[in-house]
Nanobody, 121 residues
């Protein structure tokens, strides 16, 4: 079984910072891309940022220059440093990993349970 466990969400004032972490564990053969998505109330889930195993990144336009994604391949962990937070960043943030599990040897998406980020104005 593969699990993604997120941490680091919470309540912060506008202009503040938070750092999210997500650790993938279980019978993992290899991880391709890891990333973060978010879903605000009444809206569709959207990509925030993602990073390949080689370190290539891409970001949603709304977070460029404010958020930084990074990854520790040895720990199967991805991070999202969020600075200059705005009320519109309020959402549930979900970790995603596109990986091959030992017992299911095809690339597929795995998701964490989500962590709430609330930015007050």
């Amino acid at each position: 079984q593969v699990q993604l466990v997120e941490s680091g969400g919470g309540l912060v004032e506008a202009g503040g910072s938070l750092r999210l972490s997500c650790a993938a564990s279980g019978s993992i053969f290899s991880i391709n891309t890891m990333g973060w998505y978010r879903q605000a109330p009444g809206k569709q889930r959207e990509l925030v940022a993602r990073i390949t195993s080689g370190g290539s990144t891409n970001y949603a336009d709304s977070v460029k220059g404010r958020f930084t994604i990074s990854r520790d391949n040895a720990k199967n962990t991805v991070y999202l440093q969020m600075n200059s937070l705005k009320p519109e960043d309020t959402a549930v943030y979900y970790c995603n990993a596109y990986l091959i599990a030992v017992l299911r040897p095809t690339l597929r998406d795995y998701w964490g349970q989500g962590t709430q980020v609330t930015v007050s104005s």
